[in-house]
Structures are given as C-alpha cells and as structure tokens.
C-alpha cells in the first residue's frame, strides 16, 4: 500500500502537516528502520502538499503496513451490531455502579440481547459483577429482585463516596449511588452538637457522611435486618467524628420509646415519607430542622403537606430542590423546613 518514506531528523514535523492535511491513513500503525519512517498514507500527494514539504526528503512509496488493533472507546462500541443505536445512551444512563457491582436497567424489548449487555457493561465499567434490575423496589425493608447478567456473582460490595466506604449487598439492601451529591449537602449542613434522627438509614450513608466530619450524635433506624447488619459493618470501617446509635426496628415504635428532641431529621424514604411526618415533627424540638423527601410533579405537595401535618407549629421553608428524575415529569423531590 502507499507509503511516504520520511527521514528520521523530519519525520515529527512531516507527519503533523499530513495530519492537518487529513492524507494519513489512521488505519494503519507507522514503521520505522534505521534511518527512516514509513507513514501510511490515503493517496498520492497532491502538488499543493508537495510544495509544502519543499526542503524534507520524501518518497512515496509501496510497502507493507500492519493494521492498527481497535479498541473500543466507548460503550456504544461494545454494542456494535448488537442494540438499535439509539437504545444504547437509555440502557447506559440507567446504571448504578456500587463498588465493584453494576446494576443495569434493560428494557424488556432487549430481553433475547441481556446479557450481551450485560457483558458488554463489564467490560466498559471494568467491575466485578453486572446484575439486571428485575423490578421495583418494593416492601418495607426497600429490596428488589436482580438477575445476574455477567462476571462473578457476587453482589456483596464497599462503596467509596466522598471518602467514606459503604458496605452492602445489592440484593438484600436499598443504597442509590444517585444520592452522593445530596447526602453531601445535608451533611454541609450539620453542626457540631446537633442530635439528628435518620428515620430510614438503611445501610448508614447519611449518617456516616455526616459523623465523618461533625462531632454529633445520630440516631439510625432501620426495618431491614440486612441493612441493620451492613450500617454497623459500616460504622467500624469508617473513621468517624460523630457517634452513630444503630438501631433495628420500625421508627414509629422506636421514636415513641426513645422519646427524643432531636435537632434534626432525615426522612430519605420518598414513596411512604409523608406517613411518618407527625412521628418525624414530634420529634424534632422548635427551631429543629426536617429534611423530606417525596416523589411529586412539583414542590407545592411535599411543602403543603409538612405545613398542614405540622400545624399549630409554624414553618420555615429553607430550600426544595429535584434531587433526581424519576419517571417523566415525576421527580425525588427535597424540602428543607425549620419547624418552631
């Protein structure tokens, strides 16, 4: 194939002008001898491209070049051939990567290609397992079903966010890896003193962000024995500022016994939140601060609703925010309210 044989002393400053020239051909790799360096090129050099050169030792010439091995850059390009082009950025926005297990979210239409992308997934993240998410979340300990798609089987994993280590099992506990950036705010949030309640702490993110850096006492509750087991795991591998009190069991029966004015509460449980809301605010003293969250379309339903359950007491609402998308036009929503 065509060839320019380039001396050695040029061959740097040659092969720039033929890249801004767009006449190297990139599916082949350079060769060099002694001497000189081969480049492979699309065609003859044009005179225009002669003239330019004016002054290098060049030869066009006919020689063997080996092909460049491609990569792939991406994980389109692991799907190749293999998923509709424009289904590869849905299936790609849908994963959760947890330490070394990827969670995927594959439409049903792609049931006979699942573990193609499964594979594909594994090798694109370079983690241990990929798992299918099989349905939603459901019951009250917050698990869903996963199919494992590709690599070990092994959903157990250490999460690391924001310098803190989250253990946890993918199939026997709910963690969203989604969550970082508001498990931070809050946490910047936090002074030094505060009593806080994180009334579903599930396996202890919140609470271990926030006791990483603040000298606090965090009550963590939590139904699921799973999660329960995985927050205390948690609690020894961190190096924390704060005190975390573990707690298993359901919040309502564990607020009425403990009986505490915290100083604030976290109510991270988005589709049952507003259940808990009177046990949440009869345990927050005047001036406490509530951190809800509820899925809506918009922010006047979760702030309404802390306003009438809270009633007499009078409100301040601080911040709301869409903390993540979760079907059109539905959204994680959070709300900030000081309550007197």
Known sequence: MLGLKVSKNNADEIRRILLKKSLIDLEWKIKTSENHVYIPIKEVPTD???????????????????????????????LKNTVETDKVDEIKNSFDIMGDV??????????????????????????????RKTSEIKGVIRTRELEHLAGEDVSETVHREFGSRIMLDVKKVYFSPRLATERRRVAEQVKDGELIIDMFAGVGP??????KDHAVKIYAIDINPAAYHYMKRNIEINKLKGEIIPILGDVKDVLNDLNLSSDRIIMNLPGTAYEFLSTAINSLK????????????????????????????NIEILNVRKVKSRSPGVWHMAVDAKIY
């Open 206 to 211: 919140f609470p271990i962000t926030i006791a």
């Open 48 to 78: 225009d491209i002669v003239a330019e050169l004016d002054g290098y030792e060049i030869e066009v010439v006919d020689t063997d070049f080996q092909i460049h091995k491609k990569h792939p850059k991406s994980f389109k390009d692991y």
């Open 102 to 131: 990827v969670v995927l979210e594959i439409p049903d239409e792609f049931e006979a290609e699942k573990f193609l992308i499964g594979n594909a997934a594994l090798k694109f993240t370079k983690r241990r397992s990929v798992y």
């Open 286 to 313: 005047s001036g406490g601060i509530l951190h809800y969250y509820e899925f809506a379309s918009d922010y006047k339903v979760p702030v309404e609703r802390i306003i009438e359950t809270a009633k007499p007491r």
